[in-house]
């Protein structure tokens, strides 16, 4: 294992908080390790108990740690939601080196430069995505490494964000006991492998749909143009359930992801499934054709309001369609209805990676991809995710009260107790 190009990404949402790690080798990735946990603390996509928060990480870093005998020490962080905002930016510098060949130097000034310009003191500059760089003129160009000028300008988006929503979800980062290698939109993450360049070019919306929101990212011209959150999501379609079935949110979430089909007229009748009715010991029986009734109606909104949003951000038809992520997009008949709600071609879109071949995994494997590529094109560095130098087993290491991280031993040569010892030993000697 190339334990440098080793990086590690964290996706927290509504329902679930995930870890992908992936290793990049000449120029491919390898997945090594997913997690999923069960995510507490957010709500509609927002932080609304650090705590919570915490502890949902510190389970999905444990059980990630547990999957590949070693330790997490940072994290690509994936962020979205309505506070992101997309700004266009131009930078110009002069090229700094005697003999005028563009180094990475050059290239950091010229983003930078991009950045001079007045922003609110609610927000803060998440990242700056190039678009292309200009040498003497001549545009289009994706990398200007190596190439002769003497003026180097920079056409990029200066993606902004919510001081306090980034500075919240980076404090839960750090409380879990995590360094933050970089941020990441997360729309700009999973078009990355989720859309193809005759997509990004044409025109196409990526529409995530997570527990307690749905994400839709249109994208043109090979670029993200807006991203703009519906507070909807899969959690709801579990409410529903829970509501019309009578039963816990427990039990119901267990039912749509076994029985749960968002097409009625693909609902069997005759297959049946019992759930506990909520304050009574009584079990009660239904078939999934009913259970399909009321997820299709769940589904069919949120097509609506899907179709709504594209139609105010000023889109009547997309050439290149929609393109779903997202765990919901796993629920059997949802892709049908959506086809239907939208009047477009419309698509799931799965990672071809090995142990990430579900929609839900597209964030996390998508920040990986992303985040290198762009690190490569900025000339900054890009922290590894795991620590090379704790590689104990789980039995020598020794875990910390209330659900802490998982630390190592010191070694007993450096205790405080025995470097004591010693200093009053050589005393008595002196004297």
Not at 41 to 59: E, F, M, N
Not at 313 to 323: I, Q, R, Y
Not at 358 to 367: D, I, Y
Not at 409 to 419: T, V, Y
Request: aromatic share 4%.
């Amino acid at each position: 294992m190339n334990y440098e190009q080793t990086y590690v990404t964290l996706d927290i949402g509504t329902s679930s908080v995930r870890i992908v790690i992936g290793e990049i080798s000449s120029g491919s990735m390898n997945i090594i390790g997913v997690s999923e946990v069960a995510s507490e603390g957010l709500k509609k996509g927002a932080i609304v108990d650090i705590d919570d928060t915490v502890q949902s990480i510190r389970r999905a870093v444990e059980k990630a740690e547990q999957m590949i005998g070693m330790e997490i020490k940072s994290v690509i962080v994936g962020i979205t939601g309505n506070h992101i905002q997309l700004q266009s930016c131009h930078g110009v510098v002069a090229v700094s080196s005697s003999d005028r060949e563009i180094g990475d130097e050059d290239v950091t000034r010229v983003i930078d430069a991009a950045q001079v310009m007045s922003i609110p003191p609610d927000r803060e500059i998440i990242d700056v995505i190039p678009r292309q760089f200009v040498v003497d003129g001549l545009e289009e160009i994706t990398d200007p490494r190596g190439m002769i000028g003497v003026r180097l300008e920079m056409e990029g988006t200066i993606i902004t964000g919510s001081k306090t929503i980034v500075h919240n979800l980076l404090r839960c980062v750090e409380k879990a006991g995590l360094q933050t290698a970089d941020v990441v939109l997360q729309p700009l993450a999973a078009g990355s492998i989720a859309l193809s360049k005759d997509e990004r070019g044409l025109g196409v919306a990526l529409v995530d749909i997570g527990g307690g929101a749905t994400t839709i990212s249109l994208f043109e011209n090979g670029f993200l143009q807006s991203v703009k959150q519906i507070p909807i999501g899969g959690s709801h379609i579990t409410n529903d359930i829970s509501i019309g079935l009578r039963t816990s949110t427990d039990e119901a979430e267990k039912v749509k992801v076994e029985f749960g089909n968002a097409l009625v007229e693909d609902a069997s009748d005759e297959e049946l499934f019992e759930v506990s009715e909520i304050g009574s010991d009584q079990r009660q029986e239904f078939s999934q054709w009913q259970l399909a009734n009321i997820i299709e109606a769940r589904v069919a909104e949120i097509g609506t309001l899907i179709r709504q949003e594209l139609s105010r951000m000023g889109w009547k038809s997309l050439p290149g369609g929609c393109v779903l992520t997202g765990g919901t997009a796993n629920i059997p008949g949802v892709l049908e209805v959506l086809k239907d709600e939208l009047d477009e071609n419309v698509r799931i879109s799965v990672p071809d990676y090995i142990g990430a071949r579900e929609p839900q995994f597209t964030n996390g494997v998508g920040l990986i991809s992303f985040a290198y590529r762009n690190a490569k094109i900025q000339g900054k560095p890009l922290d590894a995710g795991l620590d090379q130098e704790r590689r104990e087993a789980p039995a020598e290491k020794e875990m910390q009260p209330a659900g802490g991280r998982t630390k190592p031993k010191e070694k007993s040569g450096d205790s405080p107790g025995l470097k004591q010892k010693m200093s009053k030993m050589f005393k008595s000697f002196l004297e």
